[in-house]
C-alpha cells in the first residue's frame, strides 16, 4: 500500500526515538522510500548511522550543512515527501511547530513545508497534560496536523499514563490511512465560510461574530479525505486550509455570486454566517460627522444563498447542509429553518454568548435530516468537522 510513497520522518530527542529504527524498517518492507532528518537531541538516543543505514538513505541533521545542501535544499526537501511523520514528537518539537519557530533543521523543514503532517506525541505524562502541550496540540490539530497517539502505558521515567508514543504498526496504520485515496475522491463539494461585511461607507461595515472557524476545519476535513473542495469564504478570523480553491469575498451578494460560479458540485455544505440585510444607503464616500450630521441607514434583504441552491430545479447539489444559529428552541427553530429552506440536512447550534460558540474553539450541533434530530456531544471544532465530512461522505458514497 506504500509502494513509491516517499515518507520524510523527522526523529526527534526521545526515549521512544528507538521505536523509529523498528518503524523504518516496517515503512520500508511496505515499499516506501524513507528520508530521514535526526534532531541534535535525536542524536542522544539513536545514533546517525543506524538510522542512515537501516532507512537506505542520506540522513539530514543539519541546517547550515554545505553538502547536504548542495545535495538537495532544506526547503526542497520539505516539499518532495508525499507525507512528513513526526516520530517521537517531543513536547518541545510539538511548542515549536505550534508557534512556527525554525532555528533548526527539523523546525524549518516543519515550516516551509505544504505537505501533509502527521505527528507522534511521546513524552513524560506530566508534560503531555500540562496546558502550554494541550494548547499546542489544539493549535497544531487547527492548523491541519493529524496526531496518532499518544498511548496510555507505563513509562520509561517510572510513571503512568498518556504519554507513551504509539507502537510502529499503529504509526504505519496511520500513514496508510493519510495516504489513501479519502472517500471523498473524485468528489467536487462547495463550503461556505465566515462572516460577510456589509458597507455602510468605504471604511465602516455591519457584520457578526463569526470568526470562520468551524467553515474552515470543514473545509479542511473535506479535503483530507479527499474531496475538491471549493471554499468561499467572508472576511474571517482564521487562515483558509492549505490544499483548497479559495474564493474570498466581503458580501452576501458577492458570496452568492461565487457559490453560482462555483456550481456544479455534489455536495453543498453553507456554513457562513451570511448578513441577513445590507445598507442600501450605504456611501461611496465617507460619511463626516460634522457634515452629515447622524446618519439614517436604509437596509434592504440579502439573497439567501443556501435557499437559492437547495430550491435549484435544475442542477442542485445531491447534498444540502445548511447551518442554524439559534440563541432559543434551538431544534424547533431549525428544524423548521430546514423546511423552509429547502435543505437535506440542517445542522443546530445554539450561539448564546453563555455558550461562547460564536467565535470560539467548540461547538455543540445537533444534525437535523428527514429523519430527525442526532444531538453530538461538545466538541472542539475540528471534532465536529471531522465527524460531519464523515457523515457527508457516507451520504455521497
Ligand atoms: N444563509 C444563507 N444566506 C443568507 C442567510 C443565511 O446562505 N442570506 C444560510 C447560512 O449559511 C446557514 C443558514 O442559511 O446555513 C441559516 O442561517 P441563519 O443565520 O441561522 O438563518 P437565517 O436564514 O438568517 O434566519 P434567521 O436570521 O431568521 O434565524
Request: net charge negative; aromatic share 4%; glycine share 8%.
Amino acid at each position: 500500500m506504500l509502494a513509491g510513497k516517499r515518507i520524510l520522518l523527522i526523529i526527534g530527542g526521545g526515549i521512544a526515538a528507538f521505536k523509529s529504527l523498528d518503524l523504518i524498517r516496517r515503512l520500508r518492507e511496505r515499499g516506501a522510500e524513507v528520508t530521514p532528518v535526526l534532531t541534535r537531541a535525536g542524536e542522544e538516543f539513536v545514533t546517525p548511522l543506524s538510522v542512515s543505514a537501516l532507512a537506505g538513505s542520506t540522513l539530514y541533521r543539519d541546517l547550515f550543512d554545505l553538502s547536504d545542501e548542495a545535495e538537495m535544499g532544506h526547503i526542497q526537501l520539505s516539499r518532495v515527501a508525499d507525507l512528513v511523520v513526526v516520530a517521537p514528537a517531543t513536547a518541545d518539537l510539538m511548542a515549536k511547530m505550534s508557534k512556527g519557530l525554525a532555528n533548526d533543521l527539523a523546525s524549518t523543514l516543519l515550516l516551509a513545508t505544504d505537505t501533509p503532517v502527521l505527528i507522534a506525541p511521546a513524552m513524560n505524562v506530566r508534560m503531555w497534560d500540562h496546558a502550554a502541550t494541550q494548547r499546542n496540540l489544539a493549535t497544531l490539530t487547527d492548523d491541519g496536523i493529524a496526531v496518532v497517539g499518544p498511548n496510555e502505558g507505563d513509562m520509561a521515567c517510572g510513571e503512568y499514563g498518556p504519554g507513551r508514543m504509539s507502537e510502529p504498526l499503529e504509526i504505519v496504520a496511520a500513514i496508510e490511512a493519510r495516504l489513501a485515496d479519502g472517500p471523498l475522491k473524485g468528489r467536487r463539494v462547495l463550503v461556505t465560510s465566515g462572516p460577510t461585511h456589509e458597507p455602510i461607507d468605504p471604511v465602516r461595515y455591519i457584520a457578526n461574530r463569526s470568526s470562520g472557524a468551524q467553515g474552515t476545519a470543514l473545509a479542511r476535513a473535506l479535503s483530507a479525505l479527499g474531496a475538491e473542495v471549493v471554499f468561499v469564504t467572508g472576511p474571517a478570523d482564521v487562515a483558509p486550509p492549505e490544499g483548497v480553491q479559495v474564493i474570498k469575498v466581503q458580501t452576501a451578494r458577492q458570496m452568492l455570486d461565487a457559490v453560482q460560479d462555483a456550481l456544479p458540485v455534489d455536495a453543498g455544505v453553507f456554513a457562513a454566517a451570511v448578513a441577513d440585510w445590507h445598507v442600501t444607503s450605504a456611501s461611496d464616500k465617507k460619511l463626516k460627522k460634522s457634515k452629515d450630521g447622524l446618519p439614517s441607514l436604509a437596509f434592504a434583504e440579502n439573497p439567501d444563498i443556501l435557499k437559492t441552491v437547495a430550491q435549484m430545479k435544475k442542477g442542485r447539489p445531491s447534498l444540502v447542509v445548511g447551518f442554524a444559529a439559534e440563541t432559543n428552541d434551538v431544534i424547533e427553530n431549525a428544524t423548521a429553518k430546514r423546511k423552509r429552506k429547502g435543505c437535506d440536512w440542517i445542522v443546530a447550534n445554539d450561539v448564546s454568548p453563555e455558550t461562547g460558540i460564536m467565535g470560539g474553539s467548540e461547538n455543540a450541533v445537533t444534525i437535523i435530516d428527514n429523519d430527525g434530530a442526532d444531538t453530538w456531544p461538545r466538541m472542539n471544532k475540528a471534532q465536529v468537522a471531522n465527524q460531519l465530512a464523515a457523515r457527508i461522505a457516507a451520504a455521497l458514497a
